[in-house]
C-alpha cells in the first residue's frame, strides 16, 4: 500500500533538476513564480538552454538568484539552425560560474522540427564539448531511444542525466548501468507505465524536474495552463508513494543526487 504524505510540502528541500525559466510564459510574474516555489520547498533550480542566445539569457538570470544554475545548449528542436562555431560560442561561456551543465541535448524524433542528421550532428558535437569541459550532459530522448543509445555507446561518455524520463525499463537499466541518471518529471504522475520504471532506478540514480512551463503534473493536470517549479513536490510525492518512501527521504534523497551530479556544493543550498 503506498505510503500517505508523511509531512509537509513546505519542509521540504527540493531541487527542481530542470526546468525553462526564460520560457516567455513567465515574462509577466517571473519573481512571484520563483517566491512560489521557494515557499513549496524547492531551494535549487537548473534553468535549461535551447540556443545560444537562450543560453545567454539564462546566465544572466541566474545571475540574480543564488540557488539558480543553468545548462548551455542546443536543444534538438533548434538542431536545423546549429552551426559549428556555436560550440565555441557555448564554450566561452561555460567559464561561469553558474553553468553546470551542458543541455539540453539529444533526439527528439516525436516532433521533427529539425531533420533527424543535423540532431544527430549537434549532440555528438555537444557530447564531445561536455566531455571536453568535464561537464554533465542534460539529455533530451523522445521516440529516438535505440539511435540515442548507439551514439552515447560511439562516443563512451555517461556523465549527465536523462531528463523527463520517457523510456521503458529496458533503456532506464541501460542508462543506469552507464552511470547516467534518471530525472522524472510530471509525466510520471499519468503515465501508467513509468511508476513501473521508477521502482527499477536505483536511488542513488533518481532525479525529479518540472520540466517548466511543460509537464504540468497531477492534481494541477487540466487545470492550469502552464506548469511552475512549485509543482515539484507533486511529483515527489508521487515518487515516495511509488517507492513507498517517505516523501521526505524521497525529497532528501532526489535534492542530494541533484547536486552530486551537476557538482553542486550543497553548502550553498541550505535553506536561508
Sequence with gaps: MPRKSDTNPDDLILFDSHCHLTDSLYADDLPTVLKRAHQAGVKTLMTVSLSVPNSRENIALASTESDLYCAVGIHPHEADSFRPHDLQSLKNLCIESSVKAIGETGLDFFRGYSSKANQETAFRAQIEMARMLDLPMIIHVREAAPRARQILEEHGYFYGVLH???????????????????????????????????????????????????QVPVPERGRVKRCEPAFLRHTVSFLAQTLDRPVSEVAKMTFENGCRCFRISQDNTSPG
Design 164 to 214: 523527463c524520463f520517457s523510456g521503458d525499463r529496458r533503456f532506464a537499466d541501460w542508462a543506469v548501468e552507464k552511470g547516467l541518471y534518471i530525472s522524472f518529471a510530471g509525466n510520471l504522475t499519468h503515465d501508467v507505465a513509468l511508476p513501473e520504471v521508477a521502482r527499477g532506478v536505483p536511488h542513488e540514480r533518481l532525479m525529479v524536474e518540472t520540466d517548466s512551463p511543460y
